[in-house]
C-alpha cells in the first residue's frame, strides 16, 4: 500500500493551526474564539408561545446557518402550544414559527394540523449576516396529507414570511422516462431528504403509479416547481436500470448538481450517480468497478453509509461527489473516494480517486487504516473531515481526524491521546455527539469541524476545530453555563447534538445548579 497521506503534522501548518484557548474570550497563548457563548432556550425559561421551555433532550432537533441563526424545535409547557419549531436571531432573540396543532398551509394541496416535527434544516438566503434565513420542516399532521413539508423566510427583525407547504403527500410527481406515469406521492423518506443552500428540496419519493416507482425528485423552496433527478426504470449508465431504493442524495449549493446512491436492476446490485438535468446521468461508481488503491479489488458496496458530499465552483465549473465505499474482502475494505463528474459544466467520467484507502498506512501517524467515517456538512463542501480508525500505531492512537480537499490534501487536524484545549487532557477514544452526528452538520462548508469528547481524565466539553484559526474548548464539565444564573455544565459523557455551520456552534447541554437542568447554547 502506498503511504500517500504524507503531509500529515499536528500544526496542520497552512491549513489548520491547531492552538488556542478554550471558553468564549481569549488569552495569551493564541487566538480568540470567534462570537460569544450564549445560551438560546433554557428549560423553565419563557417562550414566544407563551409558557416555559420543557426538558431540551440530548438529541434535539437543532440546525444552524451562518451569521448565528439557530433552528430547533421544543416542547412547551403552560403555552399556546405543546411544541414549537423556534428560530434564534442573529441577535439571539427568538421567534415562533410553528406550532403543534398550527393548521398547514394549503398551499401545493396540503391539509391537516402539524402534529411532529421529523427534521429541520436552515439556510441563509444570502452572504452577509443581515440575509434572511430561509427554513425547512418536515413534518407529520393530525389528518389531511399525513407528512408535508414546510417551508418559512424569517428576517433579521424577526419578521416571518412566505410560510408555505412546499410538499405534501398526494401531490402528483414527474413522470418516470421509461415507465410512464409515476402518480402521486404516497410516501416520503425523511432520512433520504437533502436540502441545498437555497432551501430547495431534493427528496427521495414513492408514487402511486406502477409497481410502484420510486425516485429522486427536486422542489422549489416554495413548492412551484418540481422536477424529477432520477426514477425507478430509468436507464443506469453502464447498463441495467435503476431500481427502488434511493437511501442517500446529495447536491451542491446552488442545487445544480445532484447525487444519488440506488440499487440498479438489471447489471450491478447497487451504484452512485449523479446528474445536471434529471435524464442524462454520469457513473460515479457501482458494484463491480474497481476501487482504486485497493490492488484488484472491486467494490462490493458502491455507497456504504455516509453522506454524498457534492461539490462545485458553481455553473460552468468543475464538480465532484466524495463519498463512503466498501471493497470487496479482505478486510479491511471501508474507504473514502472521490470523482470529478463534472468538467467545466459539461458531464464527464474521471478517473476515481482514493482520498483514504482501506488498509492504507498513514505516514506521521502510522498504524492502518481499518475502518473511516465521513459527516454530513454545509453544501457545497470546500473541505470535509474523515475519522480513520487505526490498528497498531505507534502513538496507540484508535482515531485519527483529516481535513481533506482533495486527494493530494490531506492533513490531520488531531488524533487519539494530542492534548486537548486549554490543555492538560488528551482527547480519545470517546467523541458522544459523532453518534448523532449522521443527518446532522458536524462539519462546516469550509472544513471547520466541532465535536464533543471524553478526555483522558474523565472530563468531558465541546470542542471547535475553526480552519485557519484555531482549536477552541466551547464548553467543558464544571464551566459556567451562560444564562443560567448560576448553573455550569454537566458531563457531555453521553451522546448529544452538536451542529455547525460557517462561524456558528450549537449544543444541547446538561446544566448543575442552574435556572433549568437543561439547555441549548450557540457559540458564534
Given at each position: 500500500?502506498?503511504?500517500?497521506?504524507?503531509?500529515?503534522?499536528?500544526?496542520?501548518?497552512?491549513?489548520?493551526?491547531?492552538?488556542?484557548?478554550?471558553?468564549?474570550?481569549?488569552?495569551?497563548?493564541?487566538?480568540?474564539?470567534?462570537?460569544?457563548?450564549?445560551?438560546?432556550?433554557?428549560?423553565?425559561?419563557?417562550?414566544?408561545?407563551?409558557?416555559?421551555?420543557?426538558?431540551?433532550?440530548?438529541?434535539?432537533?437543532?440546525?444552524?446557518?451562518?451569521?448565528?441563526?439557530?433552528?430547533?424545535?421544543?416542547?412547551?409547557?403552560?403555552?399556546?402550544?405543546?411544541?414549537?419549531?423556534?428560530?434564534?436571531?442573529?441577535?439571539?432573540?427568538?421567534?415562533?414559527?410553528?406550532?403543534?396543532?398550527?393548521?398547514?398551509?394549503?398551499?401545493?394541496?396540503?391539509?391537516?394540523?402539524?402534529?411532529?416535527?421529523?427534521?429541520?434544516?436552515?439556510?441563509?438566503?444570502?452572504?452577509?449576516?443581515?440575509?434572511?434565513?430561509?427554513?425547512?420542516?418536515?413534518?407529520?399532521?393530525?389528518?389531511?396529507?399525513?407528512?408535508?413539508?414546510l417551508t418559512a423566510r424569517i428576517s433579521t427583525g424577526g419578521a416571518i414570511s412566505e410560510k408555505r407547504s412546499a410538499l405534501a403527500l398526494g401531490r402528483d410527481l414527474p413522470d418516470a422516462i421509461n415507465l410512464g406515469n409515476v402518480g402521486a406521492l404516497t410516501a416520503l423518506d425523511e432520512d433520504a431528504t437533502f436540502?441545498?443552500?437555497?432551501?430547495?428540496?431534493?427528496?427521495?419519493?414513492?408514487?402511486?403509479?406502477?409497481?410502484?416507482?420510486?425516485?429522486?425528485?427536486?422542489?422549489?423552496?416554495?413548492?412551484?416547481?418540481?422536477?424529477?433527478?432520477?426514477?425507478?426504470?430509468?436507464?443506469?449508465?453502464?447498463?441495467?436500470?435503476?431500481?427502488?431504493?434511493?437511501?442517500?442524495?446529495?447536491?451542491?449549493?446552488?442545487?445544480?448538481?445532484?447525487?444519488?446512491?440506488?440499487?440498479?436492476?438489471?447489471?450491478?446490485?447497487?451504484g452512485v450517480y449523479a446528474t445536471t438535468d434529471g435524464s442524462t446521468y454520469v457513473k460515479v461508481a457501482a458494484n463491480g468497478d474497481t476501487a482504486p488503491d485497493t490492488g484488484s479489488r472491486t467494490f462490493a458496496s458502491a455507497w456504504d453509509g455516509g453522506p454524498l458530499l457534492v461539490s462545485t465552483g458553481g455553473p460552468?465549473?468543475?464538480?465532484?461527489?466524495?463519498?463512503?465505499?466498501?471493497?470487496?474482502?479482505?478486510?479491511?475494505?471501508?474507504?473514502?473516494?472521490?470523482?470529478?463528474?463534472?468538467?467545466?459544466?459539461?458531464?464527464?467520467?474521471?478517473?476515481?480517486?482514493?482520498?483514504?484507502?482501506?488498509?492504507?498506512?498513514?505516514?506521521?501517524?502510522?498504524?492502518?487504516?481499518?475502518?473511516?467515517?465521513?459527516?454530513?456538512?454545509?453544501?457545497?463542501?470546500?473541505?470535509?473531515?474523515?475519522?480513520?480508525?487505526?490498528?497498531?500505531?505507534?502513538?496507540?492512537?484508535?482515531?485519527?481526524?483529516?481535513?481533506?480537499?482533495?486527494?493530494?490534501?490531506?492533513?490531520?487536524?488531531?488524533?487519539?491521546?494530542?492534548?486537548?484545549?486549554?490543555?492538560?487532557?488528551?482527547?480519545?477514544?470517546?467523541?458522544?455527539?459523532?453518534?448523532?452526528?449522521?443527518?446532522?452538520?458536524?462539519?462546516?462548508?469550509?472544513?471547520?469541524?466541532?465535536?464533543?469528547?471524553?478526555?483522558?481524565?474523565?472530563?468531558?466539553?465541546?470542542?471547535?476545530?475553526?480552519?485557519?484559526?484555531?482549536?477552541?474548548?466551547?464548553?467543558?464539565?464544571?464551566?459556567?453555563?451562560?444564562?443560567?444564573?448560576?448553573?455550569?455544565?454537566?458531563?457531555?459523557?453521553?451522546?448529544?447534538?452538536?451542529?455547525?455551520?460557517?462561524?456558528?456552534?450549537?449544543?444541547?447541554?446538561?446544566?448543575?445548579?442552574?435556572?433549568?437542568?437543561?439547555?441549548?447554547?450557540?457559540?458564534?
Open positions: 500500500m502506498r503511504h500517500r497521506v504524507s503531509a500529515l503534522v499536528l500544526s496542520l501548518a497552512g491549513a489548520l493551526p491547531l492552538v488556542g484557548c478554550g471558553g468564549s474570550g481569549g488569552g495569551d497563548s493564541g487566538p480568540t474564539v470567534p462570537g460569544t457563548l450564549s445560551a438560546v432556550a433554557v428549560e423553565g425559561a419563557s417562550t414566544p408561545a407563551g409558557g416555559v421551555f420543557g426538558v431540551l433532550p440530548s438529541d434535539l432537533l437543532v440546525a444552524v446557518a451562518p451569521s448565528g441563526w439557530v433552528a430547533f424545535a421544543a416542547d412547551v409547557v403552560g403555552g399556546s402550544t405543546a411544541t414549537g419549531v423556534f428560530v434564534a436571531r442573529p441577535n439571539g432573540a427568538l421567534v415562533l414559527v410553528w406550532s403543534k396543532g398550527e393548521t398547514v398551509p394549503s398551499t401545493n394541496g396540503a391539509s391537516g394540523t402539524l402534529d411532529d416535527v421529523e427534521r429541520l434544516w436552515i439556510r441563509r438566503d444570502g452572504s452577509d449576516s443581515s440575509s434572511d434565513a430561509l427554513l425547512v420542516a418536515h413534518v407529520t399532521t393530525s389528518g389531511g396529507s399525513g407528512e408535508v413539508i436540502v441545498d443552500g437555497d432551501a430547495d428540496i431534493f427528496f427521495h419519493g414513492t408514487g402511486t403509479g406502477g409497481t410502484p416507482l420510486h425516485g429522486v425528485w427536486k422542489v422549489s423552496r416554495l413548492g412551484d416547481q418540481i422536477a424529477r433527478v432520477a426514477v425507478t426504470g430509468d436507464t443506469a449508465p453502464g447498463g441495467g436500470t435503476f431500481g427502488f431504493d434511493f437511501p442517500v442524495i446529495g447536491a451542491d449549493a446552488d442545487g445544480d448538481l445532484a447525487a444519488f446512491a440506488c440499487d440498479v436492476v438489471g447489471v450491478a446490485a447497487q460552468g465549473t468543475d464538480g465532484y461527489v466524495t463519498w463512503r465505499g466498501k471493497a470487496t474482502a479482505p478486510s479491511p475494505d471501508h474507504g473514502v473516494w472521490t470523482r470529478q463528474v463534472l468538467s467545466a459544466g459539461v458531464p464527464t467520467s474521471a478517473f476515481i480517486q482514493s482520498v483514504v484507502a482501506p488498509g492504507e498506512t498513514l505516514s506521521g501517524v502510522g498504524g492502518l487504516v481499518t475502518d473511516v467515517t465521513l459527516w454530513a456538512q454545509e453544501p457545497t463542501a470546500a473541505r470535509i473531515t474523515i475519522r480513520a480508525e487505526l490498528s497498531g500505531s505507534p502513538s496507540g492512537a484508535d482515531h485519527v481526524f483529516l481535513s481533506a480537499g482533495d486527494p493530494s490534501d490531506v492533513l490531520e487536524m488531531f488524533r487519539d491521546g494530542r492534548i486537548a484545549p486549554p490543555g492538560g487532557a488528551t482527547f480519545g477514544p470517546g467523541y458522544p455527539s459523532l453518534l448523532y452526528a449522521d443527518l446532522d452538520d458536524a462539519t462546516s462548508r469550509g472544513g471547520s469541524f466541532a465535536f464533543s469528547a471524553t478526555l483522558s481524565d474523565a472530563s468531558t466539553g465541546v470542542y471547535w476545530a475553526v480552519r485557519n484559526l484555531g482549536f477552541f474548548a466551547l464548553a467543558t464539565q464544571g464551566d459556567t453555563a451562560p444564562g443560567t444564573g448560576s448553573g455550569t455544565f454537566g458531563s457531555f459523557a453521553a451522546p448529544s447534538v452538536v451542529v455547525t455551520a460557517e462561524g456558528v456552534v450549537a449544543f444541547v447541554a446538561p446544566v448543575v445548579g442552574g435556572t433549568g437542568a437543561t439547555a441549548l447554547f450557540r457559540q458564534g
